[in-house]
């Protein structure tokens, strides 16, 4: 079926036609981007370390102890359990879901929580069944709680920077 026997080609030849054939081909852009992207992003992140406002210890999360949780929890629960039953029902869960989301709450959404937190639509979301919301993967007791209570949030300490002068004869004096 082949009308002409397949070429012998030595090993060098081969090495020096893909040598060739590398050197002539254009450079593969999206390579090129990605490893300037990956620079760029190692470059951010170098700097974030050694940055002083982005690496700011009053930014670092609060140690998170039960005992804090669940008060959290509690504290939200009653601030929003408008007529002190115990559960939320839909109007005062979807008051949580509005200061904390941003977003309304549908009386679909209420029931499938509900079901889902093995608690009863009429009734409402008990503590528990808060404090179990909290604790799954995703959910951020300290972000809606300090959304709730803004003035319980730790004040930032004012940073201390010195300030160094530069004195004649190379000395420097660093007091305000």
Same mark, same amino acid.
């Given at each position: 079926?082949?009308?002409?026997?397949?070429?012998?080609?030595?090993?060098?030849? !081969?090495? &020096? $036609?893909? @040598?060739?054939?590398?050197?002539? %081909?254009?450079? #593969?852009?999206?390579?090129?981007? =990605? /490893? *300037? !992207?990956? &620079? $760029?992003? @190692?470059?951010?992140?170098?700097? %974030?370390?050694? #940055?002083?406002?982005?690496?700011? =210890? /009053? *930014?670092?999360? &609060?140690?998170?102890?039960?005992?804090?949780?669940?008060?959290?929890?509690?504290?939200?629960?009653?601030?929003? /359990?408008?007529?002190?039953?115990?559960?939320?029902?839909?109007?005062?869960?979807?008051?949580?879901?509005?200061?904390?989301?941003?977003?309304?709450?549908?009386?679909?959404?209420?029931?499938?929580?509900?079901?889902?937190?093995?608690?009863?639509?009429?009734?409402?979301?008990?503590?528990?069944?808060?404090?179990?919301?909290?604790?799954?993967?995703?959910?951020?007791?300290?972000?809606?709680?300090?959304?709730?209570?803004?003035?319980?949030?730790?004040?930032?300490?004012?940073?201390?920077?010195?300030?160094?002068?530069?004195?004649?004869?190379?000395?420097?004096?660093?007091?305000?």
């Amino acid at each position: 079926m082949f009308c002409c026997p397949p070429n012998k080609v030595s090993a060098q030849e !081969e090495e &020096e $036609e893909e @040598e060739e054939t590398k050197e002539e %081909a254009p450079p #593969n852009k999206m390579a090129a981007h =990605d /490893d *300037d !992207e990956k &620079e $760029e992003t @190692e470059k951010e992140e170098i700097t %974030a370390i050694f #940055n002083d406002d982005d690496n700011d =210890d /009053d *930014d670092a999360p &609060e140690p998170m102890t039960a005992e804090l949780f669940r008060d959290r929890v509690r504290s939200l629960h009653e601030q929003f /359990d408008a007529n002190e039953d115990g559960h939320l029902n839909f109007s005062e869960l979807a008051a949580l879901q509005m200061a904390t989301e941003g977003n309304t709450m549908t009386e679909d959404m209420y029931v499938m929580a509900c079901k889902a937190l093995d608690c009863n639509p009429h009734k409402g979301i008990s503590i528990d069944a808060l404090r179990l919301t909290y604790a799954s993967e995703g959910a951020d007791i300290n972000k809606d709680y300090y959304k709730v209570f803004p003035d319980r949030k730790p004040k930032k300490k004012p940073k201390d920077k010195d300030h160094v002068y530069e004195v004649d004869g190379g000395a420097f004096d660093i007091s305000d």
